[in-house]
């Protein structure tokens, strides 16, 4: 049975779908079967999985309106080593779509069952704002790995998607939690830093993943060649802490 994390943060530019894509591509390296799915419309996950986006006949959308399954959908990433459940430009149109349809919030957690035993994680990738994407990825989910940069309104931000997480718990998903908070982007050199790891760990405890994600010029450039930055410069900073990440994760979680 997979165990399903929705990547969330509602604070946009934390390093949501770096972290989905190369979370992801690092977790498959461990042989891990892995389904990564593309619930923003802009599909940045899509592409820096080394899919094109205008080139797809049917994508998220598609499950979440009912008219395909996902092993229709679903595609290898071009590393090959991951599946994925892409997006394009179709998926603007989905928070009209779902008004008119039936269980709206849990259509994507309905649509995932034929797939439950096929994978050991699915990764959702989710947009940044709270809209029934977001909530039909936080339905299906058993936890949140929540991205955080280490900076002035980093813990703001937090305050609302918790309030988020604790109104689906208590509605649609009883049984979701936080899986985990991500330092991203981290930089050691300012106080700022600290005092935000600081904070974090005090909220949060053990939830706090040791593993930091640093700034790494590699990281920035590989979603430009469709690939993660494993495949893109597997001797690089970002590659060497996604793989950290990924061991850590697969640690913590229980599959």
Known sequence: MARTIAVTNQKGGVGKTTTCV?????LAAMKRRVLLIDLDPQGNATTGSGLIKGELETSVYDV?????????????????????LPANGDLTGAEVALLDLPSKETRLRAGLYEVDNDFD??????????NMLTVNALAASQGVL????????????????????????????PSLEVEG??????DPRPSLTHDVSGQLHKYFGDKVYDTVIPRNIRLAESPSYGLPVLHYEKQSRGAVAYLALAGEFIRKSVV
């Open 22 to 26: 190369n979370l992801a591509a690092s």
């Open 64 to 84: 979440l309106i009912g008219s395909h399954g996902v092993k229709e959908v679903m595609k290898k990433s071009m590393p090959g080593e991951y599946w994925v």
């Open 121 to 130: 994680y699915i990764l959702l990738d989710c947009p940044p704002s709270l």
């Open 146 to 173: 929540i991205p955080v940069q280490c900076e002035y309104y980093a813990l703001e931000g937090l305050t609302a998607l918790l309030q988020t997480i604790e109104r689906i718990t208590q509605v649609l998903n």
């Open 181 to 186: 908070i991500l330092r991203t982007m981290y």
